[in-house]
């Protein structure tokens, strides 16, 4: 499963048996895995057992009122109120909505001069309704049934009501574009967003000054999405260059974690910016257009064929791979026994610290790069080692019972972040792969539509559930103040490929079985083919 996640995202996961994000060492002095063979139950939505769904426990993310046309309260109190809403196709159950067909749903979302969606309902149905449609189909819609049902093409069009309406459709177009701003990349939503304000607005001043507010922070979030982009490109680039150095002349730059940061918290801190950042920029449509598949009512045409689904989420899978071979790299790298096992120590302290501060991936990528074969295999260098404490680690990433040392850890941090009284206490960076893996086992465990043909809501206000939570943990500040050199080390240090780690790893304690020493002799003669 872990290849075909990476397969899914694009992104590069270590082979089985060398650098496996996924697997355990084969020495047994440490003793713990690090994942199952069996398949995660994803909290109970895989077996038999149907959870409980209550959308009004969810703690979704939402957007203030429209600042310029709403007062304090907004609209937030007419919850699915359906015999006012004047149409039919959604059904529910203890109030709660649980399926429907997609053009109710799609009507339910557009507000009327009585009727304001639940906010929850917004977020729930904007972030799973592009598994049936592309988003920009979803506004062209949306747009038709505001100017229709509203009358807005109508030159005599009631003020009244138009002024009553226009707050409302503005809150929803605030909502949608500071929630899923990413959706706006795209023209065709840009425009369909120009021409319902300008409707909307018709000749008020307020409402035109308000709008064009709301645009322009749609377009600074845009900007700067781009311009993150153009810097992780420019960071990659760097990273190559100085591998290519590294390789021609080894000694020119050839630098270690210690000599530039020799406190484990520091390193800690330094790492919670890179993971508070990376994750600050992912969007939470990117979770659903990672596993988008074909809807069968939809022509068997994916809704994301035609463009990129999930490039954020993708650089953040990629950071965590660099940081586990930058650890590898870094153990493997000294030539002398005894400095391995002080980087070996130091790392493990610097685990540590994430896991006090609430940085699970850090911490996981850390005990990934140790579990990799070329450093497992060093068994002299980790005689010199005292395990205790990364046996205590691994231990709190043991994945028996669907990792549930790190799923209690995991909710002793959030409810430390929820009654946090600095801003430390509310770091809660998870160990993404787990997240993915989740996320993605809930979406293969329920069907998109029932048997009739109905969408399955039920299986949307978990998506959404799960998906809101980590909306509130990527909107952390960083609270540790930032180190440039230690930050640009830990972002372009050239890190060694598996071969080259293999080949460190051979040089400082040499082949020990016919198995390492045919692999050796396949690796010098590979790299001396390349020569």
């Known amino acids: 499963m872990a290849k075909f996640l990476a397969e899914l995202l694009g992104c590069t996961l270590p082979e089985k048996g060398t650098a496996s994000l996924f697997e355990s060492r084969s020495q047994p002095h440490m003793g713990l895995r690090l994942v199952s063979k069996q398949r995660p139950t994803i909290f109970g939505t895989l077996t038999n057992e149907r959870p409980a769904f209550d959308h009004r426990t969810r703690n979704m993310p939402q957007t203030p009122p429209f600042p310029a046309t709403f007062g304090s309260t907004g609209f937030n109190n007419n919850v699915y109120q359906t015999k006012e809403d004047g149409y039919g196709g959604l059904y529910y159950h203890d109030n709660n909505l649980v399926s429907g067909s997609l053009e109710a749903l799609i009507q339910h979302l557009v507000p009327n001069v009585d009727y304001y969606p639940d906010r929850t309902y917004i977020f729930t149905f904007l972030l799973s309704s592009r598994l049936f449609l592309h988003p920009y189909e979803l506004m062209s819609r949306v747009c038709h049934l505001c100017v229709e049902h509203q009358r807005l093409s109508d030159p005599q069009a009631d003020k009244v009501r138009l002024r009553k309406i226009a707050p409302k459709m503005a809150q929803l177009l605030s909502e949608w574009t500071e929630t899923f701003p990413y959706d706006f990349r795209d023209e065709r939503m840009m425009r369909s967003l120009k021409e319902l304000t300008h409707r909307i607005a018709c000749g008020d001043e307020l409402y035109r000054k308000a709008f064009h507010q709301m645009t322009q922070a749609l377009i600074r979030k845009l900007t700067t999405l781009s311009q993150y982009e153009e810097v992780l490109a420019k960071l990659n680039a760097t990273a190559t260059d100085r591998m290519a150095v590294l390789k021609a002349k080894p000694l020119s730059i050839q630098r270690d974690i210690l000599s530039i940061c020799n406190d484990p918290f520091a390193l800690a ?127 709190q990433m043991d994945p028996s019972s669907n990792f549930y040392n790190y799923r209690t850890a995991l909710r002793g941090a959030t409810q430390r972040a929820i009654t946090a009284n600095s801003a430390r206490e509310k770091i809660v960076i998870p160990f993404f792969s787990l997240l993915i893996k989740d996320i993605y086992f809930l979406n293969e465990g329920y069907a998109n539509r029932l048997p009739n043909g109905l969408v399955n809501f039920e299986k949307f206000w978990e998506l959404a559930k799960q998906v809101g939570e980590f909306m509130a943990w990527k909107q952390v500040e960083c609270p540790f103040e930032r180190d440039r050199k230690v930050l640009q080390y830990l972002l372009t240090a050239p890190v060694f490929s598996e071969d080259a780690l293999f080949m460190a790893s051979y040089e400082s304690e040499g082949p020990e079985n016919n198995m390492e020493k045919d692999s050796w002799k396949s690796l010098r003669s590979t790299l001396l083919s390349r020569v």
């Open 269 to 395: 801190q330094q790492l919670t910016h890179i993971e508070l950042e990376r994750l600050s920029y992912i969007g939470p449509e990117e979770f659903i257009q990672a596993f988008v598949q074909k809807d069968p009512l939809d022509n068997d045409k994916s809704c994301f064929s035609d463009r990129k689904k999930a490039s954020n989420l993708q650089s953040y899978v990629e950071w965590f791979n660099r940081l586990s071979y930058l650890v590898a790299t870094e153990i493997c790298m000294p030539v002398k026994k005894k400095q391995r096992a002080r980087v070996i120590e130091f790392l493990i302290d610097v685990a540590r610290e994430c896991f006090n501060i609430g940085n699970f991936n850090s911490m996981m990528a850390i005990i990934s790069g140790m579990n990799m074969s070329p450093v497992s295999r060093l068994r002299k260098t980790w005689g010199k080692v005292k395990t205790a404490k990364f046996d205590i680690l691994e231990h």
